[in-house]
């Protein structure tokens, strides 16, 4: 059957082609993506800061429907709401890499399942410990996934801080016992006074080299320091303050150095259904796939009220 599915064409350049996909193969499913998110490795791939050979068929967030079911699988069947990749309206996934939402999503859109599995592997090694004191620098769409899943870990302290109010708000609302606006008098002047009661643990998600540097102040002598942003240019630290307060440095590039035991997007999907991770009030922009210009360009410009951006893929 044909397809349509987005491509990267150079930096700055979507393109929609028609594609061939064929039944699925055995220990594959069909799948009708529905949504999928817009992340900010795409982002970096758009704008030409990450190179890849041109052209690359672009996304790896998609929630869809089975449509069809390949030999030899069991367990799912056609109707089951799944998780899949590109940003291609119609694809063939193995099921090893998929996990069933059951029930069906309400809105398909916040089910967007590779981002909190970054979160879980992310929560796994910061290896927390009851009534730690967390730091939480940046509150983006991932850091509020981050501080979604700390808040129902056995915390005794959760602050974040970010320079935008309606990003905190949304903190407070997720579990955030303090938040700190950064880039302000009042915010910078309370950021310093924190490094007088370092924490045990800080994670970075602000992906800011200010952050960065600022980072192992606030992180207590034996303490964990998680670098959860992607910098994608060259970043200066004091490595001798790393070393001198003999911090433990975690860098939690999603699935690398992972234990593949984990399975972080089957535990991810489960924590969506759980209501741990509810990202419904962090999807703030959808455009439908044939406007993936538009939404690339906005994803870049990220406007005050971004959030997280979603391509959907209905008719």
Known sequence: MK??????????????????????????????????????????????????????????????????????????????????????????????????????????????????????TSVHFCRIVPADRVLLMGAGYMGLLNLQAIAHSPISELVVSDMKPANLALAREFGATETVQVGTPEGDARMEALKEQPFDLVVEAAHAEAALRQAASLTRRGGRLCIFSWHHEPRTVDFGEWHAKGLTVVNTAPTIGTDFRLEPMVRAAKLLNAGVFDQHKLITHRHHFTDAQAAMEVAVERPEDYIKGVLTFEE
């Open 3 to 120: 397809a349509q599915t987005v491509y990267f064409n150079g930096p700055g350049k979507c393109e929609i082609r028609e594609v061939d996909v064929p039944d699925p193969r055995p220990g594959q499913v069909q799948v009708r993506c529905v949504a999928n998110g817009i992340c900010m490795m795409e982002v970096a791939f758009f704008t030409g800061q990450e190179t890849q050979p041109d052209p690359i068929a672009a996304g790896h967030e998609g929630v869809g429907v089975v449509t069809k079911v390949g030999p030899g699988v069991s367990g799912l069947a056609e109707g089951d709401w799944v998780c899949c990749g590109n940003w291609q309206t119609v694809q063939n996934v193995y099921t090893s890499m998929l996990h069933k939402f059951d029930p069906a999503p309400d809105d398909p859109a916040a089910y967007i399942t590779e981002p909190p599995s970054c979160v879980v």
